[in-house]
């Protein structure tokens, strides 16, 4: 059993205070406080909102939503564990570490309130750092509309009729400033009469210039459980995702660096530089951060089987896709 | 400021790479996909990413392919050129079992009602509906990223397109 505050309790800089089990989370002009029995822990309030915004949107993602190297969520599809320092090798071994294990319908409204009533009028976490206002200062507004966004989730293909529709300046989508040479032409299609649902295509390339949220894979394209996950990345992605599966990359367009970490001890292992065209794994054991300079067009592609993450705890499948 | 977003293309490819501080490149089997097309044979389909059953390919466009049909939904990616998909509605839908993983080829000229055809170029992507053959055209080479499922006709060659050394 856990504990859920039902009424947050007000601080003097006008934000809620949040707390769910034994973690207590609170923030003030500039950080976000972190309190569980063994620890505490700090993190700028900016850093920390984006992670969240990520957090909820994804409903906790596939594996672990690592805020920083302490503090994150692991996703178990139902149930969802909070945890400090689970996943640093530092904080294990001074026994600091804790972790408590919620319902999914328990720990998912307390962070959609906590991200809502933190974020500030003007600021919006997924937007890169040079489109969006201020996360600091004493609690002025809100954001929701931004916060709120509905993720893209294609059952077939986005322009399938009746799946979801391009992306044009008349629904809100204009062509992102890096974006702005990128052609936006679309497929000719020439179905024959009775075949008009079934001749589909449209410009992934231009649908993704209109991105208005970085760091945000959305569905585009679906084979079974084989899913399309293209996002536009600029500057850093806000969380450290650490994989339950193996989980794939195809670098669309320009660069991305991952700093590349084991996923349970935060040992470095790896960067992988990325540029258009290349292709590369994710390991099932390892957490990722990218870098990207100027926004870029990245497909991420996921296999979406609920029973993965058990068969690799079981050892039936690997941590890596193939071996050669 | 003008941003310049770069794309790659058959002709123009600057492959990354794998810089490892305690771990194997061969774990993440990096490889490029205009790389992987650049040295292929005409519609030979290799795997360049594999998730279980699941793969896409990279396929290297040129002339034209032999009729395709597949049991579930595939997409087609254009990467780099122009491609030409045809789709056909099979008078013998038996030709693909229920259930079978990715596609298979058709022999010649399958009999069937021509449903149309979609032109795709770079960044455009098609729906390759279950149960419809479909085959490709490309005057030029041309690259096309396959989202499927892993069937005998797909290639597996890793040790030959991705990064095997530091």
């Known amino acids: 059993m856990t504990d859920t505050a039902p009424t947050p309790t007000t601080d003097r800089f006008g934000y809620q205070q949040f707390s769910i089990g034994e973690f207590t989370f609170s923030r003030d002009e500039y950080f976000a406080y972190i309190l569980w029995p063994t620890g505490q822990h700090v993190m700028s309030v900016d850093a920390f909102l984006r992670a969240l915004q990520r957090d909820v949107a994804w409903d906790f993602f596939y594996g672990i939503v690592n805020f920083d190297s302490v503090l994150g969520t692991m996703n178990h599809y139902g149930k969802v564990d909070l945890f400090a320092g689970r996943f640093n090798e530092a904080y294990r071994k001074a026994e600091l570490d804790h972790q408590e294990t919620f319902a999914t319908e328990e720990i998912r409204p307390l962070f959609k309130s906590m991200l809502s009533d933190w974020t500030n009028e003007g600021f919006d976490p997924f937007a890169s750092p040079a489109e969006t206002g201020s996360a600091f200062g004493s609690k002025h507004g809100n954001n929701d509309e931004a916060v709120t966004r509905r993720r893209v989730t294609a059952e077939r293909m986005v322009a399938v009729p009746g799946d979801e529709v391009l992306r044009t300046d008349d629904n809100g989508h204009p062509i992102n400033r890096q974006f702005a040479d990128v052609p936006q032409d679309e497929p000719e299609l020439h179905p024959a009469p009775g075949y008009e649902a079934e001749v589909c295509g449209y410009n992934l390339f231009a649908y993704l210039s209109r991105s208005q949220v970085t760091w945000n894979p959305s569905v585009v394209a679906v084979c079974k459980e084989s899913l399309y996950c293209p996002t536009t990345e600029e500057y850093i992605l806000p969380i450290m995702h650490g994989n339950d599966r193996v989980e794939w990359f195809v670098q669309l367009s320009d660069e991305i660096t991952w700093d590349v970490e084991d996923r349970d001890t935060g040992a470095k292992r790896s960067k992988v530089v990325m540029r258009a065209g290349d292709v590369a794994a994710m390991p099932a054991d390892i957490r990722h951060q990218g870098y990207s300079p100027k926004r870029s067009m990245l497909l991420v592609w996921e296999n979406a089987s609920g029973d993965i993450p058990q068969m690799i705890a079981e050892g039936k499948i690997p941590s890596v896709p193939v071996t050669f | ?166």
């Open chain 2, 1 to 166: 400021m003008e941003y310049r977003t770069q794309f790659g293309s058959l002709e123009s490819y600057h492959r990354g790479r794998v810089e490892p501080i305690d771990d194997d490149p061969k774990r993440y089997a990096f490889s490029n996909l205009f790389e992987v097309a650049a040295h292929s044979k005409p519609y030979e389909k290799v795997a360049v990413g594999k998730n279980l059953q699941y793969v896409i390919e990279a396929i290297r466009a040129e002339g034209t392919s032999e009729w395709r049909v597949a049991d579930h939904d595939e997409t087609a990616l254009v990467m780099d050129g122009e491609v030409t998909v045809e789709l056909l509605d099979l008078a013998d839908t038996g030709v693909i079992a229920p259930g079978t993983d990715g596609s298979i080829g058709l022999d010649g000229d399958p009999a069937g009602t021509p449903m149309g055809h979609a032109v795709a170029g770079r960044g455009h992507m098609v729906l390759l509906p279950a149960r419809r053959a479909y085959r490709f055209r490309a005057d030029d080479p041309s690259v096309i990223l396959l989202q499927t499922i892993h069937g005998k006709d797909t290639v597996e060659k890793w040790s030959t397109i991705c990064q095997t050394m530091v």
